[in-house]
Antibody, heavy 117, light 110 residues
Framework: QVQLVQSGSELKNPGASVKVSCKAS????????INWVRQAPGQGLEWMGW????????TYAPGFTGRFVFSLDPSDSTSHLQISSLKAEDSALYYC??????????WGQGTLVTVSS | QSALTQPASMSGSPGQSITISCTGT?????????VSWYQQHPGKAPKLVIY???DRPSGISNRFSGSKSGNTASLTISGLQAEDEADYHC??????????FGGGTKVTVL
């Protein structure tokens, strides 16, 4: 069955970087895009963007340019989200999800990133 | 790009029907038939319950139905059950080739 398994929770100092991974299984990795979604504590969902798993080409939503980078390790069916120069307001749950055009059929379990000194 | 507009909360008694609205613009909901709805229980990842305005993924109860009129989409839950108590998020594809979510609606089963 399709599974997206994300890396564990992270506690980081302000200004540091974090890399979240999302390992896919149960399907051909390059057949579907991977999206990233943020959920701040007690808030709604925010679409961060997506990465084409065939070409590695990322697309970022407004507000998620500059410090946010999507990447791939196709040999391991894994997608990564790296956030640099972390700020307190980056503290959130980060989800990866498979799909496109608003149809996100399969989701990872979420990775909690906490930014605090 | 503002989030889609949903009511913050709604409630209903078991067996009743509720309809959650999701209002956007001609650049998102009104532009394409790419509207989805997600159910999210506390501490869990979102789960797709409706896609392409009114289609249900395999395994989703037919108590969930979706529709769209102009720039507003709706999710109807019929025969409300205790297990339906959750947050519901709408989403739409946009003319900027991006995706946008609503603020979420907390559904309480009385």
């Amino acid at each position: 069955q399709v599974q997206l398994v994300q890396s564990g929770s992270e506690l980081k100092n302000p200004g540091a970087s974090v890399k979240v991974s999302c390992k896919a299984s149960g399907y051909t990795f390059t057949d579907y895009a991977i999206n990233w979604v943020r959920q701040a504590p007690g808030q709604g969902l925010e679409w961060m963007g997506w990465i084409n798993t065939n070409t590695g080409n990322p697309t970022y939503a407004p507000g998620f340019t500059g410090r946010f980078v999507f990447s791939l390790d196709p040999s391991d069916s894994t997608s990564h989200l790296q956030i640099s120069s972390l700020k307190a307001e980056d503290s959130a749950l980060y989800y990866c999800a498979r799909g496109a055009a608003s149809r996100l059929e399969h989701w990872g379990q979420g990775t909690l990133v906490t930014v605090s000194s | 790009q503002s989030a889609l507009t949903q009511p913050a909360s709604m409630s209903g008694s078991p067996g009743q029907s509720i309809t959650i609205s999701c209002t956007g613009t001609s650049s998102d909901i009104g532009a394409y038939n790419y509207v989805s709805w997600y159910q999210q229980h506390p501490g869990k990842a979102p789960k797709l319950v409706i896609y392409d305005v009114s289609d249900r993924p395999s395994g989703i109860s037919n108590r969930f139905s979706g529709s769209k009129s102009g720039n507003t989409a709706s999710l109807t839950i019929s025969g409300l059950q205790a297990e339906d108590e959750a947050d519901y998020h709408c989403s739409a594809y946009t003319t900027s080739i991006t995706q946008i979510f609503g603020g979420g609606t907390k559904v309480t089963v009385l």
